[in-house]
């Protein structure tokens, strides 16, 4: 799975936002308790990140590393989490509600990756293509390969990523584990969401 940019409008991107958009709402009070979409592919179990934005800013971002629910389920708790839930926000603001874009980015299977010594890990790393992980004892971090647009340059991308962690940019030890992702990002196009 490869990541997408901008808006994707086939079949499941469209299922995948709405799961979203209307689990947000139904907590706002703006929609009622939607009901699931029947379609076989959201009861396996999948995860996903769902980010929200705001005029173009991050509004929100919370999501599922590993597949432990149904996908379907995955991306209504994690829309719900992203608008109500991350630490770095105030909840999502009813009146906020129609101007917020929503992006589902559904995960592969993470692999670890065997790196010898940072500079080996960044010659392993695809920008543009690769989510990636690190773990460190209690420090744990994770990338959206989207975030490679913020930061295209390897070292700069690790750097931030540990620091999210609670570590050290310039920290290196061959006991931390590195693992890596892709995703297919649907997104809604700015002024689709109202």
């Known amino acids: 799975m490869a990541h997408k940019a901008g808006g994707d409008n086939s079949l499941k991107g469209v299922i995948l936002l709405g799961i979203a958009r209307k689990a947000i709402a139904a907590h706002l009070g703006l929609a009622e308790n939607p009901e699931q979409p029947d379609d076989a592919w959201l009861r396996y179990k999948g995860a996903c990140f769902v980010t929200l934005h705001k005029g173009g800013n991050l509004r929100g971002c919370i999501g599922s590393l590993l597949a432990h629910r149904p996908l379907g389920e995955d991306v209504a708790v994690n ?21 917020i874009d929503i992006e589902v980015s ?46 295209p340059d390897p070292a700069l991308f690790l750097a931030h990523l540990k620091q999210k962690g609670g570590l050290p940019a310039d920290f290196w030890h061959p006991d931390m584990r590195v693992s890596r992702y892709s995703v297919q990002a649907y997104s809604e196009k700015p002024g689709d969401a109202a």
């Open 79 to 99: 829309a719900l989490s992203a608008a109500f839930h991350d630490p770095r926000f105030e909840p999502l603001a009813r009146d906020e509600f129609a101007e």
């Open 106 to 151: 559904v995960l592969s299977t993470p692999e670890p990756v065997f790196p010898t010594d940072e500079a080996t890990l960044m010659a392993q790393l695809r920008p543009g293509i690769d989510g990636v992980i690190i773990e460190y004892g209690p420090h744990r971090s994770t990338f959206l390969p989207q975030v490679w647009e913020q930061l």
